[in-house]
């Protein structure tokens, strides 16, 4: 859920590091000479030199003081920061009544830079008093025109520390997450003894709280609201990044998550394994209400023979829902208990409740849930409770849903039957056993087109946007080649990437695109073959290229956000029955046309569902097609084989593999 490479995160925090080390040995010297000086126990923030258009140096003077108590203390004015401040050890910080402290409109351009930095500290707390704040600039870092964009100026970045308290607190707009606790490597893997209460956690661009590697762990009375920006957009994610990392003890109690964009609570330990330590998350009196959706559970991804999964367990106790809950890939080894929580609907809710989906080609073990003494307000909602969606790998674990969950509905509580949910899921994904997906097409085995062929591109009458992939397009020695990149704003604001590569591979050309732009890649090949543009984003893009051309069906699927149109696809001679697979959010009215555009099948499709087609004449190769239109959000297309996992937009450029 993270768009910015952990390789690439590291690299940005190693050199913050190193500027705290070259602060630590700054502080040394400093304390040297002035070794004989008696330290105050208590300071005051103003008497460093404040001044009110820079800020910085007075506090950072005043933290580096050695005081054991440092009042932030009000002086009329706001306190603006322009560079990140390094936080000491042994130290409390207050922020004094009516204190605003302020990221510097301008500053901050490097994307990983946080306005306080906790690195290696011990027995550190920060607290407010009434009505002082912490304000980032979230919204100038949403504009890219002044900044590069980025997800982690966070407001409070912590790495290996012990004993740290935020108390009391107002915490807004930050540029990624409020507070992120975080281990970089093997020596500063974890944060130890973190309490944080009664803070008010408002309009992150990415968290709230971003859990990264921890041990003993209390959030409580607090409020996580308003995050929007860059996914998961929510209060809390709790996702490590490497096995070494760990996630041990961690209780959130008495909170609201309220009014965020994305998934609201995060629990994705997928990156740990059997070496990692990863037990007893607790969340515990809390209360939910219109998020994207409530919970997001991630549990472990990499299925296979040799895969070992940390495990752990996960308890939601005395909550109350009223979003979906999103379990997505295997729950294997994983024990997720609902204990006395209510799950409530409400009028907007005409979707599920529970969500449980695969989004890798391993085979997965879903379920290990259990409820105990749970309840479903049903005020809204159709019957459907559970939602499976597999990729056809898919399997119910052995008593994947236990205890005890009742329905009160129409005045009437009645027990849900989890047993008959069980058995229809294992019905519904036994339809998916035989469909193997259609392989990527090699490039060496695709026809090309005659040489001479005109290359004059088609009006883009069709919008298909998608959500990244690689886009071949043949084109001949010496001839300009010219490709449209029509980008779309999704709800999202990172870029998207854009790649040329040529025949052999080799990148050519290379940019990010604000989405929302269009960009127009021209070039002269030094080869006759086919060239790959590769996207990625969590926004869309629609690629015009020319004749001999078309999208590779990769990852099992084709990933379109809110297309419009026709998508074309290749039956190959001898084939006379075959399958396509679409998942829909929200649902979306599908249409199958044969080769001489006739209708043979509509459908509606919400979940994964398989739709199985025969045609009378098999002797020749056909293009058919798919129809979408005006789609809301997501849909995706699955091609099985034996069919080519190729597709165009437009039945002239269609690439196709050799008979």
Known sequence: MKQYSFCAFFFALLLLFSGELVAQSAGKAANANKKNAPVPHTVKASSFGFNADDATECLQKAINSGARELIVDYTGKDYIISKTIRLASDQKVILDKGVIIRAKPG??????????????????????????????????????????????????????????????????????????????????????????????????????????????????????????????????????????????NILVENCVFENNTGSAFSYAPSKLDSTSRLDNCILRSCTFKNNGEDLYIHPYYKVTAASKPAGGSFLVDKCRLEGRIQFRDSVKNTQIIFRDTVFATHKKMKQYIFSFSNDTPHEFLLGNVRFENCRIENKALTPVIFNFITKGRTRLAPGAFSGTLTENKNGKTLQVDLEKISRDARAYFERFAPCIPAAPPEKKDLLLPEKGTPFTAPPAKNIMPFRGGEFLQYAEKGKKMTIRAITYRNGYDSSISLSLCGPDGNVLYKKNIVPGMEDTISFVPEKTGIYTVKTKSFNSVAIIGQKGSGWSVTRERFALLQPDGRLYFTVPAGVKKFTLGFDASPKQNIVIYNASGKKVMQKEIEKLDILELTRQNAQKEEIWSI????????????LYSPLTGLVSPDPALLLKKKK
């Open 107 to 248: 500053a901050f351009k490097w994307p990983a830079r946080p306005m306080f930095y906790i690195v290696n500290r011990r027995n550190v707390t920060v607290e407010g008093r009434k009505n002082s704040a912490i304000i980032n600039i979230r919204k100038l870092y949403r504009d890219p025109k002044l900044y590069p964009q980025s997800e982690h100026r966070h407001t409070f970045l912590v790495i290996g520390t012990e004993n740290l308290t935020f108390r009391n607190l107002v915490l807004k707009e930050s540029g990624g997450d409020a507070i992120d606790l975080q281990g970089t490597d093997p020596k500063n893997s974890y944060n130890k003894n973190i309490l944080i209460e009664n803070v008010l956690f408002d309009g992150s661009m990415r968290l709230g709280l971003g859990i990264g590697s921890v041990e003993n762990v209390i959030v409580r009375n607090c409020r996580f609201i308003n995050a929007d920006g860059t996914p998961p957009a929510g209060g809390i994610d709790i996702e490590p990044n490497k096995p070494f990392e760990r996630l041990v």
């Open 627 to 638: 129809e979408i239109r005006k789609a809301s959000w997501s849909v995706n297309v699955r």
